[in-house]
């Protein structure tokens, strides 16, 4: 319960959601939050190593990115798994979700690397989502060399994922991926994605549900005023972070949408698990993301947390209400790992 949080991390959510405070205020917030759950979490084990690197965008902006993994990376493959951070487009820093990292990293051997990338409102849509792809790019290409992670073959892998705003980021890039920008060039990856984790993602504003799935999509009324989120708030981010809401680098929807050849696309689209709160107001932009992929027959794992709201097993340690919310992270990203 909220209750028992320490005082100061109840301090700082009280900040995050007051809605006069200006976004350095709750910047500074979020951050004060993520960082009171590290200290329950290092040090790391002393076979795993963590360090920062910097890898520079097109523009000369640089994404500051936590590298976690095994010392050995020779002894067995290890998958790379490249997650973002959430904090609604405008806020939050990669050590938010250091936690489920390091146990991915334990658990399955991988390397994980968590990018930073451009905030708004300085630096509005599609910068978040194209800064994103670039670091994904770069990754595709370096990750072997430079950090020994295995992107394919036997036991090997290629994971993107992220939580909220993450999860629309991950979720663009995903639709990017399998079914393209609508017909117009881009920059492709070295090597293949092999899943996508998507935890309560930002996918979709109401235009550009399927007439199919509108039913499905009730959430952002349902849920209006829900724990740690409103749909009032949603607006506001997304407000700020001004995107074409119809665009294929805002919602796989649109990539989907928007493709030339969906079914030929979708068969080659990577396993996706998606994770969403029941009480969350953007519960089914996950929920019609998972239905409109499982009909094109992607493979599809959902969990559906039944007494929480937006959750996810992140650094700041807000307990989930509904049991096994750590087990189903551990096991969904297993999953995806074929593990």
């Not at 002894?75 to 904090?87: E, T």
């Not at 005023?225 to 001004?242: C, K, M, R, V, Y």
């Not at 396993?271 to 094109?296: A, E």
Request: some cysteine; proline content about 7%.
């Amino acid at each position: 319960m909220m209750s028992s949080l320490p005082e100061n991390l109840l301090q700082a959510l009280m900040t995050l959601g007051d809605p006069n405070a200006d976004i350095v205020t709750k910047r500074k917030a979020l951050s004060d939050a993520e960082h009171l759950g590290l200290d329950a979490l290092r040090p790391i084990p002393s076979d795993f190593e963590e360090s920062w690197v910097d890898i520079k965008l097109s523009d000369g902006w640089v994404s500051k990115t936590l590298i976690i993994k095994p010392k050995d990376t020779s002894s067995k493959p290890c998958p790379l798994i490249v997650f973002f951070h959430g904090g609604g487009y405008s806020m939050g820093e990669p050590l938010s979700v250091f936690r489920p990292s390091i146990d991915w990293a334990k658990a399955y051997g991988a390397v994980v690397a968590l990018p930073s990338y451009k905030l708004a409102p300085e630096d509005p849509f599609p910068a978040a989502m194209h800064g994103s792809w670039e670091v994904l790019v770069h990754l595709s290409k370096v990750a072997e060399k430079d950090f020994g992670a295995k992107l394919d073959g036997p036991d090997g892998g290629f994971v993107i994922g992220g939580c909220s705003a993450g999860g629309g980021v991950s979720g663009a890039l995903l639709g990017i991926h399998a079914f393209g920008d609508g017909g117009r060039d881009y920059v492709k990856l070295a090597k293949p994605l092999t899943g996508a984790f998507i935890n309560t993602p930002v996918l979709a504003v109401a235009d550009i549900i399927p007439e199919k799935y509108k039913g499905l999509w009730i959430s952002r009324e349902e849920n209006a005023i829900s724990e740690g989120i409103t749909t009032e708030g949603i607006n506001q981010f997304l407000q700020d972070f001004n995107p074409d809401y119809h665009s294929p680098w805002f919602s796989p929807l649109n990539a989907v949408a928007q493709c030339e050849d969906v079914n030929k696309a979708a068969a080659s689209c990577p396993r996706v698990y998606i994770q969403t709160g029941h009480f969350d107001p953007l519960r089914d932009d996950g929920i019609v993301l998972g239905r409109l992929l499982s009909d094109l027959g992607v493979e599809v794992k959902e969990d559906c947390f039944s007494e929480d709201g937006h959750v996810g097993w992140t650094t700041m340690g807000i307990d989930a209400k509904t049991p096994g919310v750590p087990e189903c992270t551990m096991n969904g990203m297993g999953w995806l790992l074929g593990k």
